[in-house]
């Protein structure tokens, strides 16, 4: 009688290590993080009024490096807010 608890336990026992395996899986497959379509680093701007035209803070955090980069561009009020703004993005695009 032994030898039939036995094997029951053992049966019972690879049964709880399966569900335990799988779970674990699971949550590793959670862990993962999901990928993204835009591998680009992000670029964020904030625009800030100043005595003379605009100041232009452009932000841009690459998640590879784990950096954050900040540049400051003026934009004085003869100049074409919208063009320069343009402009200034371009060039951010391209580092």
């Not at 379509?37 to 590879?64: H, M, W």
Request: hydrophobic share 35%; glycine share 4%.
């Amino acid at each position: 009688m032994k030898w039939f608890k036995r094997k029951i336990y053992n049966w019972v026992s690879e049964i709880d290590n399966d569900k335990r395996s799988k779970q674990m899986h699971a949550v590793e497959l959670a862990r993962i993080e999901p990928t993204s379509c835009d591998k680009d680093p992000i670029l964020n701007f904030r625009v800030f009024s100043a005595i003379g035209g605009k100041v232009v803070e452009f932000t841009c955090y690459d998640q590879k490096t784990d950096r954050r980069s900040v540049t400051t561009y003026i934009i004085n009020d003869d100049e074409d807010f919208g063009e320069s703004i343009k402009k200034i993005s371009t060039m951010e695009m391209l580092k």
